[in-house]
């Protein structure tokens, strides 16, 4: 039996990785804001997370549209300090000062690419509560622990080590993303994605006074195609979105999917 909560607004995150340049990318930003402002109901809330070159950009536009309420801007990641010698990094308080609502942390391409561990993702999102960020917290099994049975045990793994104390479902959302399902095309069934959200929402519950009204997003090859059947499953609260956010009109559907 699916847990139901009326706090969980659905949220639809787009999360731009290392694309976008300020003209093209700020054109698509405001085609979303102009979607978004449209007088009709909306379920869900949008993130639109770009590079950081981008933010004060689009934090501009979203100043000034009729979107605010509906539309965030996140960062796509943060160091777990507020300052310091650490050439290329930037801090939670940083983003926020960008214009970011939101930041993700311990996306698998952190995770495979920088080394990041469950108690660096913990950092991090201690570090976006510290600045006030919601953290969206990134967990996923590869290919080869799903082939071997393990994608349970490993997103139970992830989940323990990478949710500060802290927590709680207005600061924090969780995004499962299988890292086999990112960018390639494949999802899971739906059957796997219940079951694997299913266990997350259990692990909430046990966990957090308020584990039952945390959102849990589905990521992974998300697209206008499949995003209504995928939207709809028990305790999938939105979606994070990489390949398909970087335009509007794939965007947007995804969006009206989930109403
Ligand atoms: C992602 O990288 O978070 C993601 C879900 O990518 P894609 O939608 O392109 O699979």
């Not at 009326?6 to 405001?30: C, D, Q, S, V, Y």
């Not at 993130?47 to 979107?67: D, E, Y």
């Not at 983003?95 to 920088?114: K, N, P, T, Y």
Request: proline share 5%; charged share 20%; glycine share 10%.
């Amino acid at each position: 039996m699916p847990v139901r909560s009326k706090a969980r607004r659905p949220l639809i995150a787009g999360n731009w990785k290392m694309n976008g340049l300020a003209r093209p990318a700020g054109t698509e930003f405001r085609k979303i804001l102009r979607h978004a402002a449209l007088p009709r109901r909306l379920k869900s809330e949008i993130v639109i997370c770009p590079p950081a070159t981008l933010l004060a950009v689009l934090a501009a536009f979203w100043r000034r549209s009729g979107s605010k309420r509906r539309v965030a801007l996140g960062g796509q990641d943060c160091h777990p300090k507020t300052h310091g010698a650490h050439t290329g990094d930037i801090a939670a308080e940083m983003l926020r000062d960008a214009g970011a609502a939101f930041v993700i942390v311990g996306h698998s391409e952190r995770r495979a690419d920088h080394g990041e561990t469950n108690a660096v993702v913990r950092a991090k999102a201690e570090a976006a509560h510290r600045a006030g960020l919601a953290a969206i917290v990134c967990v996923g099994e590869t290919l080869a622990e799903r082939d071997s049975g393990r994608a349970i045990a490993v997103v139970e793994d992830q989940l323990a080590g990478s949710l500060p104390a802290g927590a709680n479902a207005r600061n924090t959302v969780i995004a499962y993303e299988p890292v086999w399902a990112i960018g390639t095309g494949r999802t899971p069934t739906p059957r796997d994605i219940t079951q694997v959200h299913g266990v997350i929402r259990q692990n909430l519950a046990k966990s957090f006074a308020d584990g039952t009204d945390f959102r849990i997003l589905y990521g992974g090859s998300v697209k206008p195609a499949n995003a209504a059947e995928l939207l709809n499953l028990a305790n999938v609260d939105g979606a994070l979105v990489g390949g398909a956010s970087l335009t509007a009109a794939e965007f947007w559907p995804i969006v009206a999917a989930k109403g």
